[in-house]
Nanobody, 123 residues
């Protein structure tokens, strides 16, 4: 079994920054892609960012492009999104996900999920 553990969430003022982290552990597993999704109260889970391969292949939701940057440590199977210029609309539970094969922007692309970490941006 593969476990994903997120960390780094918290409360931040609008315009501030947070860096999340997701570590994969468990059976030998090299994710094809790792991604972040988020879910605000009363809304569906939505794609935030994905990183694939060695880390040069990235994809961002339009709402976070330019403000968020995702990186990956393949040796440690961690993915590290840097979130800058945070807005109250970014408030949500953020989930890490990993795909054994492929992996794009859809929830169904991913095989493993973390428990989520809360990010709250105050205005």
């Amino acid at each position: 079994q593969v476990q994903l553990v997120e960390s780094g969430g918290g409360l931040v003022q609008a315009g501030g920054s947070l860096r999340l982290s997701c570590a994969a552990s468990g059976r030998t597993f090299t994710p094809s892609s790792m991604a972040w999704f988020r879910q605000a109260p009363g809304k569906e889970r939505e794609f935030v960012a994905r990183i694939a391969g060695s880390g040069s292949n990235t994809l961002y939701a339009d709402s976070v492009k330019v403000r968020f940057t995702i990186s990956r440590d393949n040796a440690k199977h961690t993915v590290l999104p840097q979130m800058n210029s945070l807005e109250p609309e970014d408030t949500a539970v953020y989930y890490c996900a990993a795909a054994g094969w492929g992996g794009n922007y859809r929830v169904r692309d991913y095989d493993y999920w973390g428990q989520g970490t809360q990010v709250t941006v105050s205005s």
